[in-house]
């Protein structure tokens, strides 16, 4: 059973930085790709960043520049370093994970909470 476990989260100024990470259990190179999504009380979970297992990156037009999405394959986590923080950044941010073999599936974290502070 693949699991997906988030640290790093916390209260922050405007204009600071925070790592967010995400600890898989077993190999990280099962996963196609890997991602950050965050979400906040009443809306829909909105895509963050993105790596591929082959570290293609893809993020969303709002973290562009600010934002860095990466992975230590080593050590089995992926990271999310986040400058320039601002306040419509704060939610809570999940990791998630896709296998294509044997089949499809998507796996989640349960998130850790980012707060920035104006």
């Known amino acids: 059973q693949v699991q997906l476990v988030e640290s790093g989260g916390g209260l922050v100024q405007a204009g600071g930085s925070l790592r967010v990470s995400c600890a898989t259990s077993?190999?990280?190179?099962?996963?196609?790709?890997m991602s950050w999504y965050r979400q906040v009380p009443g809306s829909q979970r909105e895509f963050v960043a993105s790596?591929?297992?082959?570290?293609?990156?893809d993020y969303a037009d709002s973290v562009k520049g600010r934002f860095t999405i990466s992975k230590d394959n080593a050590k089995n986590t992926m990271f999310l370093q986040m400058n320039s923080l601002k306040p419509e950044d704060t939610g809570a941010y999940y990791c998630?994970?896709?296998?294509?073999?044997?089949?499809?599936?998507?796996?989640w974290g349960q998130g850790t909470q980012v707060t920035v502070s104006s």
């Open positions: 998630n994970a896709e296998v294509i073999l044997p089949r499809v599936e998507q796996y």
């Open positions: 077993g190999s990280i190179f099962q996963f196609v790709r």
């Open positions: 790596i591929t297992r082959g570290d293609s990156v």
